[in-house]
């Protein structure tokens, strides 16, 4: 009998250290699988980003250019084509469900898990995501994209906020194309079409529909800590042919309008406004009443006084907010070390243009991290097939298979994650 009460307590004992050891490896599981928690919410007070625990966070980022929105010299297809008119021609080629599956193929080739593996690993802490309103309208005229349940269909920003959320990564959602187009540069998704400002009756159902946009962006990652800040607009303004006084005016009538439009809907996420390369072309925050905001700055200068020299009047003029570096490349005699340095001293977020590009040379390029490889096929949307069009936009763009490491990353950057 005393016997069998030893053999059971001991029984008793191996069983609770199995649970022990279960419950904790179950515990260790659990938190790796967290990511973001409420206490990484990210707010802007005074000069800083700081999370709920009051704790200092500067971005250090990259864009996910290429992805959502296109440009002809990043892309992997043929000429000197904007979106817009890729999107055109091949809807007038293979009809709109056709081309929007080409769409959709594409995007689920060019950015994929592996890529925010890899930016985790070089220790990146936050991505900007440029998008455009054809991810989410078929036309300018506000026909909805819908999921297979009939609802808005908002999928592919969910799913990098959600990837990105479990890596620790933040994501900065950049409206790069609004609807009507915010300046006449390609860029934006069609070149020469900036009609977001006009004065007529269909320059307002563009900025409408654009409050819709952002209504409904704002309502679905309300309260999502993973997403550190909402990009109004990339560039406005840019390539038109005005006066400094007129981009101001011009700005601060759309911001005003979008960040009321945000506000109405989330109040706490922050709202960054892009000043791009002039200190006049957005207001002082105080006169407007916004809060919780961050101004943002693109510097593609030739010399490395030109960029000290702006990103010091920038922070002088705003110095109640938050500097952001949305974009950025040393041109001429600017250095890589220049840039990097200079935004540490006035404690600038940054982020790189861009994670990957398809051009000539970009295997080797200071633009992008990852290059594609010599002898890379491009699309010819003229031409090519839709079976052909698929394959070339398919497995073949995923970074591990047509892409190589471009060396810009051990050459300029590592040194200021």
């Given amino acids: 009998m005393k016997a069998f009460k030893k053999v059971l307590a001991l029984l008793l004992v191996v069983a609770t250290l ?26 802007a007070k005074r000069q800083k980003l700081v999370n709920c625990n009051g704790e200092e966070i500067r971005l250090k980022g990259v864009n996910l250019g290429a992805w959502m929105i296109w440009e002809d010299w990043l892309c992997p297809y043929e000429g000197n084509l904007d979106h817009y008119t890729v999107l055109y021609v091949l809807e007038e080629r293979f009809g709109r469900e056709k081309t929007y599956e080409l769409f959709n193929t594409y995007m689920d080739n060019w950015i994929t898990e592996y890529d925010l593996d890899e930016i985790k690993k070089m220790g990146f802490n936050c991505v900007r995501v440029p998008f455009w309103f054809r991810n989410f309208y078929y036309d300018d005229n506000g026909t909805k994209i819908l999921d297979e349940n009939g ?20 994501v900065v959602l950049d409206m790069h194309g609004a609807v009507g187009y915010q300046s006449d540069a390609p860029h934006s998704g069609k070149g020469k079409s900036c009609g977001l400002y006009e004065d007529t009756q269909q320059g307002e159902r563009y900025r409408e529909l654009t409050d819709e946009l952002w209504t409904e962006i704002a309502t679905r ?11 109004l607009l990339n560039e406005p303004m840019c390539d038109v042919e005005c006066g400094e006084i007129q981009r101001r005016i011009n700005n601060e009538f759309i911001y005003t309008r979008l960040y009321d439009t945000v506000r109405a809907v989330d109040q706490d996420h922050i709202i960054t406004m892009e000043s791009i390369w002039s200190v006049l072309a957005l207001p002082n925050k105080i006169f407007k009443g916004w809060d919780n905001v961050v101004y943002q700055v693109h510097f593609y200068n030739d010399s490395n006084s030109s960029f000290n020299f702006m990103a010091f ?3 002088l003029f705003f110095c109640n907010v938050p500097m952001m570096m949305g974009e950025f490349f040393p041109h001429g005699d ?4 220049n840039c990097f340095k200079t935004m540490d001293s006035f404690n600038y977020s940054w982020f790189l243009w861009t994670y990957k590009a398809t051009g000539h040379g970009m295997w080797s390029s200071d633009w992008c991290l990852r290059g594609s490889k010599d002898g890379f096929e491009r699309v010819n949307v003229y031409n090519d097939s839709y ?18 490491d471009s060396g810009h990353y051990d050459r300029n950057v590592k040194d200021f994650i």
């Fill in 387 to 404: 079976e052909e069009i698929a394959r070339k936009w398919g497995e073949c763009i995923r970074t591990e298979n047509g892409f190589q």
């Fill in 313 to 315: 009047l920038m922070k």
């Fill in 221 to 231: 990652f309300r309260g999502e800590p993973a997403v550190a800040m909402y990009d």
């Fill in 151 to 170: 609802e808005w269909d908002f999928s592919r920003l969910e799913w990098v906020v959600k990837e990105c959320s479990e890596r620790e990564i933040y």
């Fill in 334 to 337: 600017t250095t890589w070390e």
């Fill in 18 to 43: 199995l649970s022990c050891t279960m419950f904790a490896g179950a515990e260790e599981q659990q938190a790796e699988a967290i990511g973001f928690t409420d206490e990484d919410f990210l707010q």
